[in-house]
């Protein structure tokens, strides 16, 4: 049999994520992604759907490379606008019991104390629903913004946002012992400080002196997501991530991308096994395969070219309107830029025309079109051979893209064994990891529990 | 006939506010302020009382002035735990639909951008309904805590603040003109880049350069709470603030300080009364005079002194635990000190019973305990002659002391002519002020427009 496997919705709170351009197809709701409601009832059908969690995305600053200008996100509606996806969270989980949240931070640009205590405010607000998408923040316009000089180097942002961990995990796990919390009325005694300790960090990057006023949540360390592509990102996920999500259109190079990492954490002296890997997925499913592509060609027609070579120019650093649209693209392979083109292609040259029409509607994901039972054996193919452990469903159209999932692909994964029939019980990295609530002991935050 | 007053409900995302230690009271709910239901229950609550806002204070750091340890905070649970005000907003704008959500921000700790985005998020969420509180933070603890080395100076900390304040309209008012949001399928043009202009803003305490990446919500600057008490504090409330937020026991205590504001407005070139003032009001009402009586004797009983003593002792900024309970104490008149408890007492010297005895229950708010008769013709008398627009009612039991206010005061209320029967339409700005939404031609963020 194959394994079961898990999914996440994959989204951000902006008109339109990945599928450039496509809040403007008329069966698109996106538009509302502005009212809480929108949110409400996106989080109601998720958890119909038995997802694991809805994994929201950032960006924090504004993709200015392309033309070197905001001119083309703004007009285009492509990551920007853009807003903050921490303070939706608990309007979703007041109307769901299940369902987790997995929300970006940026370790690069967050107040380590403020960061720390809105996490644990939204890990108690959700019952311990709630999972943390560390990134670094790969825009310039984000540094300028942020009152930096520029752009960390790649690296270092990676070494920053180690020690930014290291504060994190004081706080969470090193400041309140497991019985410090007394609550008790009889006594009149809230909490026993003797059981309370301060943090006290003075690191190159970060500089705290605290005790955490935020009393331990149900999972108290979040759950943590990364999706670091690069060799220093991935040595950053193997030691800290428990969940990974993973980009690339064919199955060959995700594979060993998964492999490597697995590796990777066991050298840390992780459980390979613990770290669950979630395959970026656009899925494009109809009653029959015809229908399936013309749908597909129907978004397409949808597309914003222009979002897309704005998104893609900020990521690599190279401002794309410069090259004519068929001549081989010369650049430097940066670390950055690994990890974002090179895997679509394979090859070490590619033309501005090739990575426009490889990121149609799907962006870097695996796009399947098809059937229920077609997308049901590709996604089962990528769990048997790249050894992925589920997937991030991207949304195309809101809410069609995932009613059409919920109401075509899930009941064939269930038919097929491959999926659950109700949700496990207790908190996301209970759910998602089959341990828990808090962090396994061979993780790193695991090591600050006094 | 009196004019109308407004109330505001007064609390903190913690087990006790103000009316320390209560939250071991038999009948208290507030040990499940860790619950999203427990606020979307409050909000229904108040949302049926008429309330304009749910006025959620904050403490950054933790109180550890008193005996030198944070020890007497956390056992009392007063002022620690803290949790994030700003995250349960979404929660509760998603059961109501008019109350408002006047949150508490640090402008000495919290990064310009990203808490820009955050209350512009927050604003189209609750579609207009959110309130800043504007605070400088006072507690060493909190400086360390992010990293500072000390507490930065009281007048300095507001002179950053008005620095904060011009980044933050910059963003909210200067960043997209009002017709720069397309929204148009037709043309699939999401926003005119045109229309959209970048902040360069480089200050002796802020730095920024940024284009806003959130689109403009409601009311765009949110609407502006503050309680300074202080002479410096007041200059900043008189230039900023919209709604003042005003502390003090007596009628003849805070009269003299809504003239003044009142007239420090003025200087500036503000309509004097287009600031609403709210005092801090501790109710306690039943059906008759003794029954409420009993009531105050049945909160005292459970009071924290412990509790009060450590969070006086951080504002005053003096371990009171080093004097004898009925010498008199002497320090310095600084500012800080100055809002905090010369107010309660109107002498040059007090002693520490006297000051804990004046705190009980209801801290350095009018109090009154009585018949709903009682209470109304004390508000009245307050709106008459300390020309106050309305109150902010703390809490002393959840929720028992909002029910009771809202079942045997604001009928009362009503029957004089001095409440409304049905909220007004639009956003916060709207409800309170009487215009808007967007600030008022003679206010500093409305000269930041495009």
Known sequence: MTREIR??????????????????????????????????????LLERGLFEALFLADSLGVPDTYKQSFASAFRSGALAPSLDPAVIVPAMALVTKNLGFAITGSASYETPYLFARRMTTLDHMTRGRIGWNIVTSFLRSGALAMGRDEL????????????????????WEGSWA?????????????????????????GPHHRIRAVSAAEPSPQRTPMLFQAGGSPRGRHFAATHAEGIFINGPKLELVAPQVTDMRKRAAALGRDPRSLKFFAGATIIVDETEALARAR???????????????????????????????????????DAAHSQLEILTRKGSWTVRQAAE????????????????????????????????????????????????????VPELQRR??????????????KVTGAGPRTAHDHPASTHRR
Chains 1, 2 share one sequence.
């Open 7 to 44: 999914l996440n919705a994959l989204d951000q709170c902006n008109p339109s994520f990945l599928a450039f351009g496509l809040w403007s197809h008329p069966r698109d709701k996106a538009l509302d992604f502005t009212s809480i409601d929108y949110w409400a009832d996106y989080a109601r």
């Open 152 to 171: 960390a180097e790649h690296d270092a942002r990676y070494d920053a946002a180690d020690e930014f961990m290291e504060v994190m995990y004081g706080l």
């Open 178 to 202: 497991d019985d410090a919390l007394k609550r008790d009325k009889a006594s009149s005694i809230y909490a026993d400080p003797a059981l309370i300790s301060e943090l006290d960090h003075d």
């Open 296 to 334: 597909y060609e129907d978004y397409k027609r949808h597309t914003s070219v222009e979002g897309m070579l704005s998104q893609l120019s900020a990521a690599l650093g190279i401002d794309l309107s410069k090259y004519p649209l068929d001549e081989p693209i010369r650049y430097e392979k940066t």
């Open 358 to 409: 490889s990121m149609v509607v799907s962006g870097r994901n695996l796009l399947v079109v098809g059937t229920p039972g077609q997308v049901v054996d590709e996604l089962a193919r990528w769990v048997e051979h790249a050894d992925v452990d589920g997937f991030n469903i991207a949304r195309i159209l809101a809410h069609e893209t995932m009613e059409n999932f919920i109401g075509m692909v």
């Open 417 to 430: 064994g491959m999926f659950k029939t109700e949700y496990a019980k207790g908190t996301l990295r209970e």
